[in-house]
């Protein structure tokens, strides 16, 4: 129900846009996140944005560099990953709440198979 894409190996410095679409159920109403988890660590809280109004919400150490927008038309969400860093090597995940604390992942109850993202240095 939630594919993520976009993906891919980028040397630091660039960018890439990751894309989410959603399918087989309305996400109307929704929070949809971005989270990444790097070989070791625990999964990382990115990005928020809700369906309906559009409002957004970051990581702060990753405002700045990362823009989440979605496209209710096309029922896809978008975070655009600028200046990118090796540290930013992850496999980045989308998924969908219906509330709940936004930057824990145990709140979150749809989730896409995750994209991996590899920054060159």
């Known amino acids: 129900q939630l594919q993520a894409s976009g993906g891919g190996l980028v040397q630091a410095g660039g960018s890439l846009r990751l894309s989410c679409a959603a399918s087989?159920?309305?996400?109307?109403?929704?929070?949809m996140g971005w989270f990444r988890q790097a070989p070791g660590k625990e999964r990382e809280f990115v990005a928020a944005?809700?369906?309906?109004?559009?409002?957004?919400y970051y990581a702060e150490s990753l405002k700045g560099r990362f823009t989440i927008s979605r496209d209710n038309a096309k029922n896809t969400v978008y975070v655009r990953m600028d200046s990118l860093k090796p540290e930013d090597t992850a496999v980045y995940y989308c998924?969908?709440?219906?509330?709940?604390?936004?930057?824990?992942?145990?709140?979150?109850?749809?989730w896409g198979q995750g994209t991996l993202v590899t920054v060159s240095s």
């Open positions: 998924a969908a709440q219906r509330g709940g604390r936004y930057t824990d992942p145990s709140f979150y109850h749809y």
């Open positions: 087989g159920r309305t996400f109307s109403g929704y929070l």
């Open positions: 944005i809700s369906w309906n109004y559009g409002v957004t």
